[in-house]
């Protein structure tokens, strides 16, 4: 997409503009004063009675005191989900088959673009969804027939997503409308094995239908009683897969090679530093063009939890550097040959846990502070003239102050959770053509914004296997720099061109949760377990972003991203739950959604409608002592709303038609020949289903189904 006009790079203040920024995050700090002292003074000693009173302390769940964006999903009063990858029974070659087995939980999936783009409850794109690696926000974006942002991760490399769905009132709740999603890569005490001093997991995959092959070894080794280290290395190529009729599917092959770094370090005896980095680097055609990604991620991780229940403190810090580069090849189309974008974003998150007793009444409080700044810059290389089409460059900061605290009582827990965030937005360029939403001319945005943030949550325990509750929440989510600063031309097409719009407004949630956690053992054996978690939530949503046509009133012609009046409103039912006898197993979930969301334009975002009705089941034998395991799946997705063009060709619309329902079958099966090796056969979509996954793209010039036919994976696992 190339540009028509100038397009300047990001505005930049002196650095005492950020002062205050600084001066808040210095003062989050203070909440760690007593931390730092303590730990100046090693030799001070936590008092006997103070012990006695922790030993009286409620045990509760605070959402993020350990560090985890997910605590147990089953005692948390809240829309939380968490996946085992390391020893998950949904293989895959997709992060996204997994991710779509979690109640609540999509992905806007293309089929080209390896990418994965989280949909939460309806909603997707430009942040709405907080992605993040190891903590570390993915704020990659940019504009065209693709999901409106994407998070490039090696699944090989995954020990686990944490899901939060709706507000988040501790770290990573910052700006994020809808929920946020945490992918664990694999650390030090996932590699080794409790007791040793070193470990080391090798996996090698092969699949047909052009999975091919896949390999990964990760190791990691106590070096001492203070350092720990461990690297892991992975490698696919995958070539193009046939659908369900025999159809060769373009443009599904991609060369991705990863690895990544990690580093325990035992400070003190109260003290520990974790620091990590990890590589991404993936060469695939998408979006009529042969395209480069190069993903970094590096996090420093301090944690200090003495000898006190009021002091357990934790600083995070993180860079990530992610570069989308259009190779010039003959296949990339002309305009976009050269193309660089580069989003360089940088963050932390610090805060406090306390607990103590207030009377009869247990407190547990997490109070602390977030922020992250994006620098992004998109230029053309081959032709400076281009810049990065209609993808701007520009500065954005997100912060928040955050607390929430839980009081129990008796058989109730009362959360209060309260959050200040606030935003800036820096840029400028040239508008060129009138009719958009601003005039012709120079433009500048220098914006800054903010707003308190409330959740409360009553939960009851009358029995230790129940919990209900009710949650009510406000979110906020301030424009990105691609909505605000979009501009230039639609390839190809005259006079179809984009506009930026300064004024934009940040997208607010408001809404209620109603849920219930059943945690029950010896349900039927004396060693079965039980589990089960549902909840009903309603949410209205004000100032919601999507497109609008300028004066000239046509399709790509002076298009521009606006504030929908009014309220749209977002509802479902979400349930998942959990059956373990050891010789039996079972687990399933569900999902209704039902929203009014107003449609997004193609090639200004995608589809974000849901299926109206989405369920998994997942059952399963273990024989020869548990060695032997063998199991089946079910997946059903109903019919799905559908947007296009409306019969003028000037906006987007809902269509009439819906995308038809289907269901998949997969079987699955196990052998560990010894307590190191593991071997694994799976067969996905065994019945050679011919579909559409819903909420997916088509592959450029391709109009046939996109659904993986029948493929068959074998896998050997090594671990030690």
Known sequence: MAATFPRAGASRRPLSHHSALLGISMAALVVAAPALAQQAGSTATTAAPAAAEAEALPTVTVQGADGRLVSDPYSTPSAVSTVNMLNNLNQSSRLDTVLRTVPGTFTEQSTSNPGVAINIRGFQGFGRVNMMIDGVRQNFRFVGHEASGFAYVDEQLLAGVDIARGAVSTAGGAGALAGAADMRTLGVDDIIKPGNQWGAIGNLTWGSNGQGWQE????????????SVAGAIANSAPTNYENGAGQMVPFTWQNLSSGLLKSDIKLTDDSTLKLG??????????????????????????HYDPDSELIDFRLNAYYNDLTMTYLNTPRTSSSSRGRVIEDQG????????????????GVSTINGFEYFYDDVSASNSLNPSFYGGVNPSGESGTGGVFSETTFSYNIFDFILGLRYDFYTLEGSGVEGTPGGAVAVGPWSVDQSDGRFDPKFTLAINPYDWLQPYVTYAETMRAPTASETMVGGEHPGAANQSYSANPYLQPEVSKGWEFGVNIRKDGLFTANDQFRLKADYFYNDISNYIVTCLGARGTQYTQTFFCNVDGTSKVSGIELEATYDARTFFASASYTHNDNDLPPQTQGFGTNQYLPDDIFSMTAGLRFLDEKLTVGGRYSFYSQSTLIGFNSTFTGAAISSTPSPSYGLFDLFGSYEINDKLTFRVDATNLLDEDYTPALSIQPTGFTGNTGQGRTV???LRAHF
Request: hydrophobic share 45%; aromatic share 22%.
């Open 346 to 361: 940088w963050g932390f998150d610090t805060s406090n846990t306390s607990n103590f007793m207030w009377g009869e009444v």
């Open 713 to 715: 994976l074998m896998s």
């Open 277 to 302: 980095a990890v590589f991404y680097n993936n060469f695939f055609y998408a979006n009529s063009a042969d395209q480069q990604i190069n993903n970094n991620t590096f996090t420093a991780k301090y």
């Open 216 to 227: 990964m070894f990760a190791g990691a080794a106590k070096l001492n009683d203070r350092v």
